[in-house]
């Protein structure tokens, strides 16, 4: 049974940061790249933003745009987590972020249906 736990998220201020986790269980973890994706509010599901994204071996990184130089992706695939630091938050990063399994082709990176957790809320507001 595929499961992806993700923790970490809470309310901090502009500015401050965060350390999400995704604990992954039930598959090969270390055949799939992961992502982060974010769903903010008022967005439908198929709105989802990738916020990043890393190679099933960890050699390739991926961010959006709007995150570079703030967030980092790391993995750790002898204990099947995956991680998103986020520093220096904006009030616009608000949203439920979400952990998911991926493949990697062309350097896109395409969701595993199925593959993905409930989410973790992350609200930055003063």
């Known amino acids: 049974q595929v499961q992806l736990v993700e923790s970490g998220g809470g309310l901090v201020q502009p500015g401050g940061s965060l350390r999400l986790s995704c604990a992954a269980s039930g598959f090969t973890f270390s055949n799939y790249a992961m992502t982060w994706y974010r769903q903010a509010p008022g967005k439908e599901r198929e709105e989802r933003e990738l916020?990043?994204?890393?190679?099933?071996?960890?050699?390739?990184?991926k961010y959006a745009e709007s995150v570079k130089g703030r967030f980092t992706i790391s993995r750790d695939n002898a204990n099947n987590m995956v991680y998103l630091q986020m520093n220096t938050l904006k009030p616009e990063d608000t949203a439920v972020y979400y952990c998911?399994?991926?493949?990697?082709?062309?350097?896109?990176?395409?969701?595993?249906?199925?593959?993905w957790g409930q989410g973790t809320q992350v609200t930055v507001s003063s």
């Open positions: 998911i399994a991926a493949h990697e082709g062309g350097g896109n990176y395409f969701p595993v249906a199925g593959y």
């Open positions: 916020v990043a994204a890393i190679s099933s071996a960890g050699g390739s990184l």
